[in-house]
């Protein structure tokens, strides 16, 4: 099996401002953001973008000890996705977006949002497109929380910060490989990898519940409008039910009235 080396990296255009985990060798695609935009205020804590060099289906999904993490990122069908989060910004991502969709690549993408214009160091990000599917992007600005990281492949990017263990971004990156080592569909990986930071500890802030707050995406190259799967779940009061096992019920849904 071919593999690529994990970068625990922000741009190579800027010194490194947060900690971040140490990174491992890996391979495939991880994916996560799409069309929508949400308030400049919102929140995440663990998230993944996945490219299929194959399919070209790109995915992202989320979750987090918040109202709602749904919008930190967004897909350019057959081109690219782009997450911003920890107090993520909208003009960022639309910025992410708008060169995303003329065809730079994620290093130039995570320069410009650089701009002080943006509050980068309150922020994360993560860029991964189809053109540059080697050389995913990331950046993680010193004023987010110090449990932080990101970890990259070819095609992927794994991100998080207010993690509760240090074991999370590797143990969903894990996920990922196998399954894509097992050839499950970019939707089925996307659910796992989040139930393996679910199990990893999750958002520090909620404890034993993990999650308030989570969601998957997946696009198509075709998909004009909007993406084929969105699926979220959020509102969960705190010490409820677990948001990750609850949208795991939505996506076996959706499997049974979708899929043969």
């Not at 000890?65 to 991502?93: E, L």
């Amino acid at each position: 099996m071919k593999k690529y080396k994990l970068h625990a990296t922000e741009s190579q255009h800027h010194a490194s401002t947060g900690k971040l985990y140490q990174s491992d060798p890996m391979r495939f695609s991880v994916l996560l953001a799409c069309f929508l935009s949400i308030s400049t205020t919102t929140l995440a804590t663990w998230s993944i973008i996945i490219v299929d060099p194959v399919t070209k289906e790109i995915g992202i999904a989320g979750a987090s000890c918040t109202y709602n993490c749904y919008g930190i990122g967004q897909i350019i069908p057959g081109k690219g996705a782009i997450i911003v989060q920890a107090m993520s910004n909208k003009d960022a991502r639309r910025k992410g977006l708008n060169m995303i969709e003329a065809g730079a690549s994620p290093e130039k993408i995570i320069a410009a949002l650089h701009d002080p214009l943006f509050d980068p160091e309150k922020q994360q990000y993560a860029v991964v497109t189809l053109s540059h599917l080697a050389t995913p992007a990331t950046y993680t600005g010193a004023a987010t929380h110090t449990s932080h990281g990101t970890l990259t492949a070819a095609g992927v990017s794994v991100q998080g910060n207010t993690l509760a263990s240090e074991e999370e971004l590797k143990a969903i990156l894990d996920a990922v490989i196998q399954g894509q080592q097992d050839s499950l569909r970019i939707d089925e990986i996307l659910m796992r990898a989040l139930e393996a930071g679910s199990t990893a500890g999750g958002d520090k802030r909620c404890g034993e519940q993990r999650a308030t707050s989570a969601f998957l995406m997946v696009a198509k190259p075709t998909d004009k409008r909007k993406p084929y799967l969105v699926l979220q779940f959020f509102g969960q009061k705190r010490g409820g039910l677990n948001a990750v096992s609850l949208l795991r019920g939505k996506y076996e849904r959706w499997k049974s009235k979708h899929q043969s």
